[in-house]
């Protein structure tokens, strides 16, 4: 028969810190939980939706190859919150974005990641056309980056054709990353997104990032023709979107399009960017969050007729980026006009900014040697510190 | 048969250890030899007057023992034990039991009724032992006052003990009267009076019949009214005791008597004894708990769902129960911030006040601007201190709109007293203050802001500088930093803190690092504020939380270095670990969350994960927990490379699992299993016989608290997950126990809060599993393996579909397991899809809720089934 003890927390705020980092350790779990069923999910609604889309006759518009697509148009915007039955009967422009997000997208490489040589793998990326090969329901289809249907064929792949593998279960699929390759009709894989038993599809030769491994897939001999460099971080996962973690890198030696292309297939004076008009006026890249360019005025916008969300393009005057602190801060853009309309993004920054290198003090080959060179250095000394 | 145990009894008491351990292990020996002779002989020594007082009172004191602990699952198995016992023996016991009520040693009585209580406690809810309310009652009114007083006293205890379903309503109103009539003014002994007045605080929950008739109740109002007169202080405590418990239990039927209330609480607040005063504000305080309450739940609103309506006593009293309070504030005591214990008038007034606060909120602020303007200049110390008290208890409660323009006049004389004043009681107070103005009133959803680029620097100067000053205001300003933090928590990817990040982060280091750092919590209260600064940091400073591993990695490693502690010292090294370990667990999950951060962190992993498994072998269950957390966070980061540390982190990651006392242990190691599953994925496969056996044991297990086993079921589906059809071998173990919890939590039977809550996170657990298993064996030629659980999952949709006391997490993962369960079996399932109900009118309305979740889930689960009935 204890008497209440009447007293009661004093100058102390009424939570604990510890119950707080459990919380936020149990929503950080429950959201990774979520997040691994969606991706299980979402990977299955992939293949659902190809088999409605496959039967349907490719829409002329998109197998025109279009040149902003040869010069690796970049990643799409990163869109956790995508609603599945929007994804499932979208066509048309929606649908390719869709599609375009399932991508791993790398970034342009505009200054040398530290470790390089020793969380870096790198091979050499074969021209040709970034797509997607799935195979299901005794069919293979290969989409363009951009969503476009490329190809249909029968494939050996896991239900890639109507013969094969009539034990398995009827739901089974195979989900590649690969560049078709057109002068050898050969889809090179550069990642797997889902099981695969490979056949008729080639794997690309991938090295360690020191200097033996650089010189390898800089200057080796393939089979293809070449079209820059791929380097892959050793501990990014298969992600969609546009991620640091894969870098593309090229120079004149291992491409024939280091410089971007008009419409015409000739390279401009001036450096051109496709940029997206938001609903501020401000002229955005794809980035999450978007690098502003700059802004248009009400006038402008509507005399050029142009709308939010619409992509527009425009050549930067000569040596007119001006930056602050590492930051872009301002750019001189001369209006051109609208880009092709197949195409679904605006650049994004490091695709600018590569492009801008390429004409002003490009990054070569030789940074990449010499800085694998220079960690060689570091590691050894950090090593002895540790001893020490 | 009983035994003489007298002299083991007083052995037992020795002052020499080894005649005491002797006499120890006799007793224990006599009792597992022969129970029911030992439970008999300790009551007949408790009831033989002729034996020593010590013997009797031991010998009561384990027989109160041998029926109840502390420990669930140990307290269930004496529970049982007594019940087995031979009738005859448990009579005699009982007897006497009874008989030493009217021993003239008081010891003796008193252990009595405890025992009498514990025995009621086993045997009422039995419908054993009917007799005893009515021995007990019938010659009360007879026998002499220290028997009668030892009745009561039992009446008391034994209300503790019973629930109030165990006793009909024909004996409550008989204990009840017994009560209360020996509170009455014409009980002449006063020890009869006090033991009935303490009974009476337990009989109230007993009393819901009573309270409930007018004239009954007016009763049981009046006497303990009149109690709280009384001239002895110990009955008008119990009087005022038993008031705060009437306020909380019957606050509905107060309205008659809360003015007269009022007047006798006033009246004890400014001129009793310090006891009873306190408890005196303690009434009103509760009356806040319950309005506040009440507030909350129906947001004001009053509808006729509501059950308790909102009589707003303290709105009615406010204008007089203010000055009241504020009167208090200047009782304070000297030094009272450097006792951990102290509870006075000041403080109980200070904490009651800014209840009021909270329930009236912009009310209050005209009744305490005056005491505030008015005292906070004077030369008195208590003065000011009273008036900064009294300013920091409204912060919470009144809108913004009315304090911000108080506060922003008031900051910079704060900022003032923080530093100058004299006294270090005003700094104490004012530094609290100072931290409910930035907890209150500073953050992302306030418009306008009370910490402008103008007054930042001036106010971090302040605050860090008084991390400098005694330990107590050292203390307050770190709380003061923790909410300005956190107020920027959201604050974008430029915070104003950035450019003094190096400065606090130093600053606290060295505040843990202060020789009194163990005094008033300050080294607790320096690494939480550490911590929250971190999680508010933005990109900005990320290098500098990444320089902040190795210090705190540094000072980890010396504590795993120091040897030959005293226990004291190792107490304060276990703490220095725990705070160590919650501090790089917070630094993990920051910079594990961004991808080039996570890089930077991951050069240090192997070194974390040496320090944390030595961690590990400390064994203590508060670091265990904080390193757990850490390696969860870890492995999240490193992803797949965690493999590498598997081999020696396995064996802490088992003993997690079967901690079964420390369930916080136990509950935090089920989710890091999910934590490894996702970063390791299939390379999990070689641990998770290891892994499951544990599970399966724990959800088998009656000790282990319940609240980690809806965790267990959803790690089953992250093992799934990550090892898909390799799961086959768990199927046989694991849907069984799902499948009987599924039946367990298809229907709520209580109406209880709590219960349904629970209930739901099982079938949250459940159906995370289901979803798991689902998804792990698509694509795999076993996944006929699940075609057999089908029907079983699909009534289970069903049944909690009907029974519509799905909360919204549930409902979302319900019917995401339909499209699982869909998506994997395909045309296997589809007649049996069809035919249930969650397949129509369950997901019909999930696709048309509100909640974005469960759409998209049911989306999931429309496309899905569509394409398995169309196949």
Known sequence: ???????????????????????????????????????????????????????????????????????????????????????????????????????????????????????WYVCARPAGKRCFVVSSNGVTVSRLRNGGLLHRFPSALPNGARSNNSNRSGQSYCILDCIFHEADQTYYVIDMVCWAGMSMFRTLVVYNCDQEGLKAAYTGPVSYLKDGLLFYNKHAHYESGNTPLVLVWKDENCSQYVLDTDSKGHIPDQQQVVLELLDDGRLATLDDPPVIFGCLDSDFIQKTGSQTGELLRFSINEGALYFKDGQLERADLNYLGKPNRARAFADSYSKVMFQYAARHSPLRIEHLLASIESSNHQETSTDADMLG | MAMEVTQILLSAQSVDSTVRKHAEENLKQFQEQNLPVFLLSLSVELANEEKPADSRKLAGLVLKNALDAKEQHRKYELVQRWLSLDVSVKGQIKACLLQTLSSTASDARSTASQVIAKVAGIELPQKQWPE???????????????????????????????????????????????????????????????????????????????????????????????????????????????????????????????????????????????????????????????????????????????????????????????????????????????DEGAWNLAMAGGTCLGLVARTVGDDIVPLVM???????????????????????????????????????????????????????????????????????????????????????????????????????????????????????????????????????????????????????????????????????????????????????????????????????????????QGLLCGCLQVIIQKLGASDPTKYALLQYSDQIINLLLRVFACRNATVHEEAMLSIGALAYATGPNFAKYMPDFYKYLEMGLQNFEEYQVCAVTVGVVGDICRALEDKVLAYCDGIMTQLLKDLSSNQLHRSVKPPIFSCFGDIALAIGENFEKYLMYAMPMLQSAAELSAHTSSADDEMIEYTNSLRNGILEAYSGIFQGFKNSPKTQLLIPYAPHILQFLDSIYIEKDMDDIVTKTAIGVLGDLADTLGSNAASLIQASVSSKDFLNECLSSDDHLIKEAAEWARLAISRAISV
């Open chain 2, 370 to 576: 005056p005491f505030i303007e008015e005292n906070i200049t004077k030369g008195d110390w208590r003065q000011r201190e009273a008036a900064t008290y009294a300013f920091g208890s409204i912060l919470e409660g009144p809108s913004p709109d009315k304090l911000i323009p108080i506060v922003n006049v008031a900051l910079g004389f704060m900022l003032t007293a923080l530093t100058k004043d004299p006294s270090s009681h005003v700094k104490d107070t004012t530094a609290w203050t100072l931290g409910r103005i930035f907890e209150f009133l500073h953050g992302s959803t306030l418009a306008t802001p009370i910490i402008t680029p103008a007054n930042c620097q001036q106010i971090i100067t302040v605050l860090l500088q008084s991390m400098k000053d005694a330990p107590n205001v050292a203390e307050k300003a770190c709380g003061a930093l923790y909410f300005l933090a956190q107020g920027y928590e959201d604050v974008g990817p430029t915070s104003p803190l950035t450019p003094y990040f190096q400065e606090i982060v130093q600053s606290l280091l060295n505040a843990t690092h202060r020789e009194d750092a163990g005094e008033s919590r300050l080294r607790t209260a320096a690494y939480e504020t550490l911590n929250e600064v971190v999680r508010s940091s933005t990109e900005e400073t990320a290098r500098l939380v990444v320089e902040l591993v190795q210090v705190i990695m540094t000072e980890l490693h010396k504590t795993l270095e120091a040897q030959k502690l005293s226990s004291d010292e190792r107490e304060k090294q276990t703490e220095l």
């Open chain 1, 1 to 119: 028969m204890a008497p209440p003890d009447p007293r009661r927390p004093f100058k102390r705020p009424a939570f604990s810190d510890q119950q707080k980092r459990r919380d936020i350790s149990l929503q950080r779990q429950a959201q990774n939980r979520r997040d691994a069923q969606h991706q299980a999910r979402c990977l299955a609604l992939t293949t659902m939706s190809l088999q409605n889309d496959s039967a349907a006759t490719p829409d002329p518009q998109y197998e025109h190859s279009d040149p902003d697509f040869e010069i690796e148009p970049e990643a799409a915007v990163k869109d956790r919150d995508f609603d599945v039955r929007e994804a499932a009967s979208l066509r048309g422009r929606e649908a390719r974005r869709w599609f375009a997000k399932q991508l791993m997208l790398p970034e342009w490489m505009i200054d040398v990641p530290d470790r390089l040589n020793s969380d």
């Open chain 2, 132 to 338: 005893l309310v009515g021995s007990l009652l019938s010659n009360v009114h007879q026998v002499p006052p220290h028997v009668k007083q030892a009745t009561i006293e039992t009446l008391g205890y034994l209300c503790e003990e019973v629930a109030p379903e165990a006793i009909d309503q024909d004996q409550v109103n008989k204990i009840l009267t017994a009560v209360v009539q020996g509170m009455n003014a014409n009980e002449a002994n006063i020890e009869v009076r006090l033991a009935s007045t303490r009974a009476l605080y337990n009989a109230i929950g007993f009393a819901q019949a009573n309270f409930s008739n007018d004239m009954e109740r007016d009763y049981i109002m009046r006497v303990v009214c009149e109690a709280t007169l009384s001239p002895e202080v110990k009955i008008r405590q119990a009087a005022y005791e038993c008031l705060v418990s009437i306020g909380s239990t019957y606050y509905e039927k107060l309205a008659p008597y809360i003015q007269d209330i009022f007047n006798i609480t006033s009246k004890a607040v400014r001129d009793d004894e310090e006891p009873v005063a306190l408890q005196a504000i303690e009434f009103w305080s509760s009356i806040c708990d319950e309005e506040i309450d009440i507030l909350d739940d129906y947001g004001g609103d009053f509808t006729a769902d509501s059950d308790v309506p909102c009589y707003y006593f303290i709105k009615q009293a406010l204008s007089a129960l203010v000055p009241l309070l504020l009167e208090t504030l200047l009782k304070q005591e000297e030094d009272q911030d450097q």
